[in-house]
């Protein structure tokens, strides 16, 4: 069988990959039924839907549980979020073979001090370069197979600002890591900065973020995209049907079968109606 | 008091409204804008997995979801159990999961096992004495005598009325808290739901939207759970976001990374990123003070 790498792989030979974010079985097969050719599966999303801040406080096992129904959804590629490795250079190898058992594509690793937190907070903090090149060195050791995704990922512009985070991206590049994630990008002059600096250097880059539309990044040279309202779009969506029915004092929405049939579909009832039919009993 | 009692306090007063949610995020979100208490739905759970609700997801994946859930909220949570999961000792070892999971309530249907959604056709009953005595079981297998158990019928749609309202008077003989007779699609439907039984004293639940909540009330109805809102509300806005991203090739920023750009909390506050930062001084994480 084919290495989900090894798709997202040829994907990014072909040009930049647009991964949506994704933060459950759902979301992933909504994103994939409307052409998504990768998900990203969010850190940030998978503590939400258990209740938690994006600080370090989910499991490396609940991350990967999560990211098994992702990748049971969707046959696309799934590129994830696997935080600082949850630990030293060994949870780190640990954590890239229950990725890759878990069929990820691809994975990201980055060098805050553990626990982490999410890339657009306040108060992050870098473990030493070099300790974070040994990290990259010990997944890459890891992998089982060789088109297993390895993304290293640095926190450092907010805390340490450019200079730093470029030696960061340029050193872990050089120590073997497939693609460079620079994150925390806020602004278009920092964007400017990872293309000139990091893109247009030669060095494969991952983009988190909508400060452009998707084909301006990828002239930019990017060879991933990671975008998309994810678990926050969900939160506000929910957040307003609650307030709706509040003012309805318990009116739900109309009973939509269109809508009912929609959803049954893209999680597979049809399916399982010809399953029921092709292995009946005669007596059934 | 508990959670259990608690529920049962507020059935007393009156309806209980319960949205359906399908994780601890929407949970939060059910808390936050002042509802009383939340619906854990099996549809939703399955959904989040990736499944269609068709009895593949397993009392443990529930369990573990309720978890987090009952974690994530103060509130009474009315939970979502399937057949049970199985046959009457099965039924046993799912009460005690859901309690100790911190749930207040949950029903358990009469399908056979592997279930269906309520709503999806080719549905099929087991035998109502069966299901007595998985009721009766449930009952027995509490360790918290207020927990309180909903027997579920799914007889109306593959027999009819007549059969749907002699097993909702068996579940409730067997000591049954509450009655859900589930696929109530109609007007008519809920008005003999609620003419045969809510209004002639056995206290039922209703999963729909026909009627506001007053009107259920009115109608006899002790709680009614809305299970498809979270659901609905994902599907069309994660569908339509990816719909504007293939349009136009960006999403909205500001929903994007910190939830509703209107008045309220955000996703950050709603978990509790404040309190981390407090925490972070309180225990001085940052060993500033050493400095």
Same mark, same amino acid.
């Given at each position: ?284 | ?41 099996? *549809? ?61 309530? *949950? ?113 006899? *109805? ?70």
């Amino acid at each position: 069988m084919t290495h989900p790498g090894a798709k997202l792989r040829v994907a990014m030979a072909d040009g930049m990959v647009l991964a949506p974010f994704v933060y459950d079985g759902f979301t992933a097969r909504i994103a994939a039924s409307q052409g998504a050719q990768a998900v990203y599966m969010t850190g940030h999303g998978t503590s939400a839907q258990i209740g938690l801040p994006d600080v370090g406080l989910t499991s490396m096992a609940e991350m990967v549980a999560n990211l098994g129904y992702i990748v049971n959804a969707v046959d696309v590629p799934v590129v994830a979020d696997a935080d600082t490795g949850y630990g030293n250079a060994i949870n780190a190898q640990r954590t890239v073979r229950e990725y890759e058992a878990a069929g990820a594509a691809a994975m990201h690793l980055e060098d805050q001090v553990f626990p982490k937190r999410c890339g657009f907070f306040e108060g992050k903090e870098c473990v030493p370069m070099e300790e974070h090149v040994q990290k990259i060195r010990a997944a890459l050791d890891a992998r089982v197979d060789p088109d297993m995704v390895i993304i290293a990922r640095t926190d450092a512009v907010a805390p340490n600002g450019w200079d730093d985070a470029i030696q960061r991206a340029e050193a872990y590049r050089l120590a073997g890591a497939d693609l460079v994630f620079v994150d925390g990008i806020k602004t278009l002059d920092d964007l400017d900065i990872y293309t000139t600096r990091l893109v247009e250097q030669g060095i494969p880059c991952l983009y988190n973020g909508q400060l452009q539309p998707v084909p301006e990044v990828a002239s930019r040279g990017f060879k991933v995209m990671i975008t998309g309202g994810g678990h926050a779009l969900s939160y506000a969506a929910v957040r307003q049907a609650l307030l709706d029915l509040k003012v309805g004092g318990g009116i739900g929405e109309p009973r939509d079968t269109e809508r009912f049939n929609a959803t049954t579909s893209l999680l597979g009832l049809p399916e399982i109606y010809e399953l029921e039919q092709r292995y009946a009993t005669e007596n059934a | 008091m508990g959670r259990a009692a608690r529920l049962r306090e507020m059935m007393e007063r009156g309806l209980v409204l319960a949205p359906g949610v399908y994780n601890a995020l929407f949970a939060k979100a059910v808390e936050s804008t002042g509802f009383e208490a939340v619906y854990v739905t099996g *549809f939703g759970t399955a959904a989040r997995y990736g499944y269609p609700d068709v009895g593949l997801i397993t009392q443990s994946e529930m369990s573990q979801n309720l978890r987090h859930i009952c974690r994530a909220t103060e509130l009474p949570v009315v939970a979502d159990a399937d057949t049970g999961y199985g046959n009457i000792i099965n039924v046993r070892r799912t009460v005690r999961e859901y309690e100790r999971a911190g749930v207040a309530g *949950f029903h358990i249907e009469d399908q056979v096992f592997p279930k269906k959604c309520g709503f999806m056709e080719g549905k099929a009953v087991i035998p109502m004495e069966e299901h007595v005595q998985k009721v009766k079981a449930a009952l027995d297998a509490r360790a918290n005598p207020d927990t309180v158990i909903i027997a579920r019928t799914d007889a109306l749609a593959p027999n009819g009325w007549e059969d749907a309202l002699a097993r909702a008077r068996a579940y409730r003989e067997a000591g049954a808290d509450l009655i859900f007779v589930d696929g109530i699609r109609t007007l008519d439907e809920l008005d003999i739901y609620s003419k045969e039984l809510a209004l002639k004293g056995i206290p039922c639940l209703y999963n729909g939207g026909l009627v506001a909540a007053e009107d259920a009330q009115r109608m006899g *109805f002790k709680i009614q759970i809305l299970a498809g809102l979270s659901l609905a509300a994902v599907f069309k806005s994660a569908t339509a976001a990816m719909q504007e991203l293939n349009a136009s090739g960006i999403t909205r920023q500001t929903v994007a990374q910190f939830g509703p750009p209107e008045e309220g909390e955000t996703v950050n506050d709603i978990l509790g990123v404040p309190e981390v930062y407090e925490l972070e001084q309180r225990y001085d994480i940052k060993g500033e003070t050493a400095q």
